[in-house]
């Protein structure tokens, strides 16, 4: 079978969100040796287009416009680019395979005539009910971005989703969608057999979101000032930004309890890397304001690591209340309160670390997930 992708592809020598769940996909599909993948990706880094192969997987990179010129012209330089390109190509695929619809790569396919199947991932439409009050650029490129999803969802009949929450979202942008359920696949790293929580307890959250205000850091640092009142507890943060940003952000906020040697950025980390601060904290925070399935939530309970999450977007789909973790609301002092719930207490830690891992393990079963990737495809194909 040859399919053709369109994702935000990481490029190798650009900055840009890593993609691990796309890429562990498409390396896994290609080494079946029934399916060969080309992705097509854009890229206003680049002064020119792009082609290379990595891991058995053919990357297409198109030079666009600066995103900030283009969306003055609401992105319809870059939706053009890219959509005339496909239109050349797309008969030498037997399907499309949409990553998401939040940068236009649904638009972009929809002039070439082969079946279409678009993962859900992230929505604009709802992330940006939680930007900021103070308008920036963030706000213009969501509000074009959100037209662009509610006007071209329902051009697309085929959807892959995960969670409660984003079948939702899809049914409510296109009643007339056929659902398809799986899950995406995580880094090979986070299958590693585990040993359950010793009777010794890390001094550690850990936080896997940078300084990102959407992910919940500034509430990460708020309970982390609380509990510093009663508890020797750090953080450890994972992802962007710096240890300097990390104290500005806590000066600004007058968190006297917080102090260098209580936080630590470790910055953007392998899996590897991961995978070992993982098993150096007591928990994972992730007080996020909205989120489908967020990796972090997924390679933590195949790691071992209790996850204490807020109860939004398809969070609930992963996280069972009291069984493979603890939801808590966005109030610091519920937060707090489920981290004193979990620190010291042993019993708990190993509860939920062996029920989640367990389920995990089946949820997120690679085989299954690779071979019903494969079935989905067969059925858009039969019934496009």
């Given at each position: 079978?040859?399919?053709?992708?369109?994702?935000?592809?990481?490029?190798?020598?650009?900055?840009?969100?890593?993609?691990?769940?796309?890429?562990?996909?498409?390396?896994?599909?290609?080494?079946?040796?029934?399916i060969s993948i080309t992705v097509v990706s854009y890229n206003h880094g680049l002064d020119k287009d792009e082609e290379?192969?990595?891991?058995?997987?053919?990357?297409?990179?198109?030079?666009?416009p600066d995103d900030?010129?283009?969306?003055?012209?609401?992105?319809?330089?870059?939706?053009r680019r890219v959509r005339d390109y496909v239109a050349q190509i797309a008969d030498q695929y037997d399907i499309m395979h949409i990553h998401g619809i939040e940068q236009q790569y649904h638009v972009m396919g929809l002039s070439a005539k082969i079946p279409k199947v678009v993962s859900a991932q992230g929505f604009v439409t709802e992330y940006a009910k939680y930007?900021?009050?103070?308008?920036?650029?963030?706000h213009v490129s969501w509000a074009v971005a959100g037209y662009y999803e509610k006007?071209?969802?329902?051009?697309?009949?085929?959807?892959?989703?995960?969670?409660?929450?984003?079948?939702?979202?899809?049914?409510?942008?296109?009643?007339?969608?056929?659902?398809?359920?799986?899950?995406?696949?995580?880094?090979?790293?986070?299958?590693?057999?585990?040993?359950?929580?010793?009777?010794?307890?890390?001094?550690?959250?850990?936080?896997?979101?940078?300084?990102?205000?959407?992910?919940?850091?500034?509430?990460?640092l708020c309970a982390l000032n609380e509990l510093r009142n009663k508890l020797p507890i750090r953080l450890?943060?994972?992802?962007?930004?710096?240890?300097?940003?990390?104290?500005?952000?806590?000066?600004?906020?007058?968190?006297?309890?917080?102090?260098?040697?209580?936080?630590?950025?470790r910055g953007m980390l392998t899996a590897p890397q991961l995978w070992d601060a993982y098993h150096e904290a007591f928990c994972l925070l992730h007080p996020s304001y909205i989120d489908n399935s967020p990796n972090s939530v997924c390679e933590a309970q195949l790691a071992?690591?209790?996850?204490?999450?807020?109860?939004?977007?398809?969070?609930a789909s992963l996280v069972e209340d009291g069984a493979t973790g603890l939801l808590t609301s966005l109030e610091i002092n519920d937060i707090v309160s489920s981290v004193e719930k979990l620190w010291g207490n042993v019993a708990l830690r190993k509860k939920l670390v062996g029920e989640a891992r367990s389920v995990s393990l089946e949820r997120f079963n690679a085989n299954h997930i690779i071979e019903h990737t494969q079935e989905i495809y067969r059925e858009v194909i039969a019934n496009p």
């Open positions: 079978m040859n399919v053709l992708w369109l994702a935000a592809a990481p490029h190798p020598g650009k900055s840009g969100h890593p993609t691990p769940w796309m890429t562990s996909l498409a390396n896994s599909l290609v080494e079946t040796g029934k290379l192969i990595k891991d058995g997987v053919k990357y297409i990179y198109l030079s666009v900030k010129w283009d969306l003055l012209t609401g992105y319809t330089r870059r939706i930007l900021p009050k103070k308008i920036e650029y963030k006007k071209y969802a329902k051009d697309v009949r085929h959807y892959i989703c995960r969670t409660h929450w984003d079948k939702a979202v899809i049914r409510q942008l296109n009643p007339q969608a056929v659902i398809h359920h799986n899950w995406e696949l995580i880094r090979t790293e986070f299958y590693t057999p585990i040993n359950l929580p010793a009777d010794t307890t890390n001094d550690a959250m850990l936080f896997v979101g940078g300084i990102n205000t959407m992910k919940g850091i500034r509430e990460a450890i943060v994972t992802g962007y930004g710096t240890k300097e940003g990390l104290l500005e952000l806590a000066g600004t906020l007058e968190l006297k309890n917080i102090t260098e040697a209580s936080v630590e950025h071992g690591l209790p996850v204490i999450a807020t109860n939004v977007g398809g969070v």
